[in-house]
């Protein structure tokens, strides 16, 4: 694609229904008559709850892996899950983390000075 539409088309998008871009869905859940009928993402997740997978946030974090040259990305729903998603990620039990004074105060007062022993551990 030249590099003058890669903004306007980041990324393919094919809608079971022949839409021509992504709709917006607003609906909080979704239900299926059977689980073999359940539609999955392309990540093999079954789209039951919007809070956990929405059908409008994969092409969104596809179009934005596409536009950043990445393999993938992932898109949030509050900054609060994306610094928790990140710092939990990159933090290996007993490294210390260190955070700016600038930082979002409820993560910081999360990072008060105290061993982190790994999940289900603390």
């Keep these: 694609m030249p590099e003058g539409t890669d ?22 859940a979704f239900g299926y008559v ?3 009928l359940a539609v999955k993402d392309d990540r093999g997740r079954v789209v039951r709850y919007s809070r956990e997978v ?10 934005v892996a596409s536009l950043e040259g990445a393999d993938d990305a ?13 710092v939990l990620a990159l933090a290996k ?7 700016t004074m600038e930082l979002y105060s409820l993560t910081k007062a999360r990072g008060k000075p105290r061993p982190w022993k790994g ?3 603390a």
């Design 54 to 63: 929405n059908p409008t946030l994969r092409p969104l974090e596809r179009a």
């Design 93 to 99: 039990g007993g490294l210390k983390v260190l955070i």
């Design 74 to 86: 992932l898109a949030f729903n509050s900054g609060m899950s994306a610094i928790s998603t990140a």
């Design 34 to 36: 059977s689980d073999e």
């Design 7 to 28: 903004i306007i088309r980041a990324q393919y998008y094919n809608d079971p229904f022949q839409a021509v871009v992504p709709p917006v869905y607003l609906s909080a």
């Design 119 to 121: 999940w289900g551990k």
